[in-house]
């Protein structure tokens, strides 16, 4: 099984940078794809971006240009790399990937817990 801990989130100003982090553990054969989710009160989850094993990298219209997600296969770890932010930005970002068990053979898919980002002015 893969837990999974996102860290990184905190208050930012408009314009800011922010770098958020999302280590998986445990124990499983192989990741697959990771992705970022965020959240705001009311609304559904949305995807903000997504990274393959073999890092082809997808993301939200919303956040294309300033957004950057990237992952580190030896360390089990996915990033997201968020410039320019705006209000609308301010969310609960949450980490999930998809992973092969030990026992296998089907995928199976993880949540983190959420890390907020706050936007201000």
């Known amino acids: 099984q893969v837990q999974l801990v996102e860290s990184g989130g905190r208050l930012v100003q408009i314009g800011g940078s922010l770098r958020l982090s999302c280590a998986a553990s445990?124990?499983?054969?192989?990741?697959?794809?990771m992705k970022w989710y965020r959240q705001v009160p009311g609304k559904q989850r949305e995807l903000v971006a997504s990274?393959?094993?073999?890092?082809?990298?997808t993301y939200s219209d919303a956040v294309k240009g300033r957004f950057t997600i990237s992952r580190d296969n030896n360390k089990n770890m996915v990033h997201l790399q968020m410039n320019g932010l705006k209000p609308e930005d301010a969310a609960t970002y949450y980490c999930?990937?998809?992973?092969?068990?030990?026992?296998?053979?089907?995928?199976?898919?993880?949540w983190g817990q959420g890390t907020q980002v706050t936007v201000s002015s």
């Open positions: 990274v393959t094993r073999d890092g082809d990298r």
């Open positions: 999930n990937a998809d992973y092969l068990p030990l026992s296998g053979p089907k995928s199976v898919s993880r």
């Open positions: 445990g124990s499983f054969f192989r990741i697959d794809t």
